[in-house]
């Protein structure tokens, strides 16, 4: 089932390009996980249809409570990072457990909105394409083979960073983190929708492309994931209580612009498209 948040309320695509506009006391995805399940969309009346094209989306969780960013979690960015470590001189060995860092839910933005390019860090902007996992029930230090219950869908993620800043974390500056890079307003969009759980399967395998202006930067399928979502959740809950609402983006693959040496600019158009997902679409601005 692919449902949707947009400016009209919860929406169900119960056929092709086509929005049922739902009957439900909730505005969003958000506030709907947060007090029941997604079993009441699939029963909830039909109050209006439109064409999806002539309806605004949101994000399908406009303000997740938290935002967990799983880093080098495909083994092509691995070899990726490592690749230029080595042109360096410096050696790192992968990680032997996730590696994740915190974002806020105030740095979601929906589908068609604007990256703004921020004046404190404008210049190494970078885009990285990424499945995204909604949760859909509370996960506090949960086995793995109970961790896929937490799951009500997936989605997509952008997971913009400001590379400088990242940089100036990764060397020694005490002073910023990596979750500084990631976390500047509008650095997170997600969307274009939700589709639940029961459409997956584990280990996921589902193909995944990133396009800036039309060429194309990434190109991966999720069966190169280091960790599959089940154990992302088990580790990360082990940590913090992952809540109804919070949203576990599941990392990378190759290609993002850093190593390239190709940053986002004004007037950029990033397209994240996953398999049985959709096309997550974004434009740039000057901040």
Not at 61 to 70: F, L, S, T
Request: charged letters at 20%; hydrophobic letters at 40%.
């Amino acid at each position: 089932m692919r449902i949707y948040s947009t400016v009209r309320g919860i929406a169900r695509e119960d056929s092709v390009g086509e929005l049922s506009l739902l009957d439900l006391p909730y505005t969003d995805l958000g506030q709907l996980l947060r007090h029941t399940d997604l079993d009441v969309v699939a029963s909830a009346v039909v109050r209006e249809r439109a064409p999806l094209s002539e309806v605004k989306l949101l994000a399908p969780i406009p303000r997740p409570g938290k935002v967990p960013i799983i880093g080098l979690n495909y083994h092509s960015h691995t070899e990726e990072v490592l690749e230029w470590l080595a042109k360096l001189g410096r050696e790192m060995s992968p990680p032997t457990e996730p590696n994740y860092h915190l974002t806020p839910g105030s740095a979601v933005i929906g589908p068609d909105a604007e990256i703004v390019l921020p004046s404190v860090a404008p210049s190494q902007v970078d885009y990285e394409g990424e499945v995204a996992v909604i949760i859909g029930k509370q996960a506090q230090r949960v086995d793995e083979s109970q961790a896929w219950d937490c799951v009500a869908g997936l989605s997509i993620l952008n997971d913009v960073s400001a590379r400088d800043i990242q940089l100036r974390a990764m060397t020694g500056d005490v002073t910023v983190s990596v979750g500084h890079a990631k976390s500047l307003d509008t650095f997170k969009p997600l969307g274009p929708c939700l589709v639940t759980a029961d459409e997956f399967s584990e280990p996921l395998d589902l193909g995944l492309q990133t396009r800036v202006n039309g060429e194309l930067r990434q190109d991966a399928r999720t069966n190169d994931f280091v960790y599959q979502v089940s154990e992302l959740i088990a580790y990360v809950s082990q940590f913090m209580t992952l809540e109804p609402g919070d949203v576990l983006s599941t990392g990378s693959p190759r290609g993002v612009g850093f190593y390239l040496g190709s940053f986002l600019s004004p007037g950029d158009q990033i397209e994240i498209t996953v398999e049985g997902i959709g096309t997550l679409r974004n434009t740039v601005r000057a901040g």
